[in-house]
């Protein structure tokens, strides 16, 4: 399995600018995670999904942020517009769950500077 | 307060030293307690789990949990350059909430 595929790797954009970051999750898992990563938080959950629906969220900063998962197979993250604050290391992570202690398996993440 | 409290570090050891990495919890509804280690720009990957109260042992590794002091532990024994990492503890109540409640990490560096 290929695990967990996130693109772009790196993105540097300017202040304003709309940013997508995408994820294809390890086929056959049912949940998908959205997480953003910093020195100063750590790892915060944004949202996340079951079978293509958002369940929670809560974690989403603000109405600039949203998240859609139009099939099994893919999702993406929008910053709509970006500020340089949300320059941070953006984590997509997948799991089933069958696998009752809820091991989530992550992407290698997409590094975003806003500028 | 947050929900998970671990310490951020820097920890600074010599190669074979024992280490001993810590987190503390406030809700008594967890139920599993997970250790992931993540390598410098790579995602996080699980490293240990545990069910409930008790320890697991796995090869150099030991993971503990005392439910009655929300508190949970994880030893590397004969520390390795390659366990140079940052480890973060991961807690979830049982059931279908798949939400993780994650520590900040501590930064490990074994040293040769």
């Known amino acids: 399995d290929a695990g967990v595929i996130q693109s772009p790797r790196h993105e540097v954009t300017e202040m304003g600018q709309e940013v997508t970051l995408r994820c294809k999750p390890i086929?056959?898992?049912?949940?998908l995670f959205w997480y953003r990563q910093t020195m100063m938080r750590g790892l915060e959950l944004l949202i996340y999904?079951?079978?293509?629906?958002?369940?929670?969220d809560s974690g989403m900063p603000e109405d600039r942020f949203s998240a859609k998962m139009p099939n099994a197979s893919f999702s993406t993250l929008k910053i709509q517009p970006s500020e340089p604050r949300d320059s941070a290391v953006y984590f997509c992570a997948s799991s089933l769950l069958a696998r009752a202690h809820n091991e989530q398996f992550f992407g290698p993440g997409t590094r975003l500077t806003v500028l | 307060q947050k929900e998970v409290e671990q310490d951020p570090g820097p920890l600074s050891v010599p190669e074979g030293a024992i280490v001993s990495l810590n987190c503390t919890y406030s809700?008594?509804?967890?139920?599993?307690f997970m250790w992931y280690r993540q390598y410098s720009r790579k995602g996080p990957e699980l490293l240990m789990y545990?069910?409930s109260s008790g320890n697991k042992e796995d090869g150099r590794f030991t993971a503990q949990v005392d439910k009655s002091s929300k508190y949970i532990s994880l030893f590397i024994r004969d520390s390795q350059p390659s366990d140079s990492a940052t480890y973060l503890c991961a807690m979830s109540a049982a059931g279908n909430n798949r939400k993780l409640i994650w520590g900040l990490g501590t930064s490990l560096a074994v040293n040769p």
């Open positions: 545990t069910y």
């Open positions: 086929s056959g898992h049912d949940y």
């Open positions: 809700n008594s509804a967890f139920q599993y």
């Open positions: 999904f079951n079978n293509n629906v958002p369940i929670d």
